[in-house]
């Protein structure tokens, strides 16, 4: 089970250092938030983004967090940042963002399926990513925080007899044992496969009882 459930810790996003470089109103001188895809170069650094809604950006200034360990890859992350011009976007801060890929349930040692609660739901225009806001109910034990575990079960995928097919997941949730004084919103992606089915079916455990939600990528 651990390695298959992945630990949702609740943490804060990063914060970065922020110059003033555009005053008022302009065109692009508001901030906005979008879950992103972060291209790491060879030196460990983030350079540029592509959003859920496909628009690439440079980043004016490469970013560094602790949680950037492996060069030359992709992390999933929320992004505040500013667009400069159409091209470019300068980092307000950032924080990663859980993303699970679906494993064949009889691969789960465990399959824990404690409460969450379900605020939001949404397909990416790209028809990469499934998004979720999670409310997570949580708790500090001798002043720490620890990390849920959530994973993403495949328990089948069904093939219509017109060839068209529907992919059932569902939602694993470990509280391991954290009190439930209040409540967080985190966000979690799904990386959908390829090629995409033609209907996902999520369902997961809520307060209010079993939820089950369709999308069609």
Request: hydrophobic share 35%.
């Amino acid at each position: 089970m651990r390695r298959l459930l992945l630990g949702l810790l609740l943490t804060t996003v990063v914060g970065c250092e922020i110059d003033s470089y555009e005053k008022g109103e302009g065109r692009y001188s508001l901030t906005q938030a979008d879950l992103c895809e972060l291209h790491v170069d060879a030196r460990q650094q983030g350079v540029s983004i592509v959003t859920d809604e496909g628009a690439s950006y440079q980043l004016t200034s490469p970013v560094t967090a602790q949680w950037i360990a492996t060069p030359d890859t992709t992390y999933r992350v929320l992004m505040y940042y500013n667009k400069v011009d159409e091209t470019h976007a300068k980092t307000v801060s950032l924080g990663t963002v859980v993303t699970l890929q679906p494993v064949a349930h009889w691969r789960f040692k465990e399959q824990p399926q404690d409460p969450l609660g379900l605020e939001s739901a949404w397909l990416a225009t790209t028809r990469r990513y499934l998004n979720m806001g999670l409310l997570v109910k949580t708790g500090r034990i001798n002043d720490e925080e620890l990390p849920h575990n959530i994973g993403l079960a495949q328990d089948t995928v069904y093939r219509h007899e017109d060839g068209r097919s529907a992919a059932y997941y569902r939602l694993l949730h470990s509280q391991n044992g954290i009190p439930e004084y209040y409540t967080n919103r985190r966000y979690v992606s799904i990386l959908l496969p390829t090629p995409l089915p033609d209907t996902v079916v999520l369902t997961m455990e809520t307060y209010e009882g079993r939820l089950q939600r369709r999308f069609i990528p």
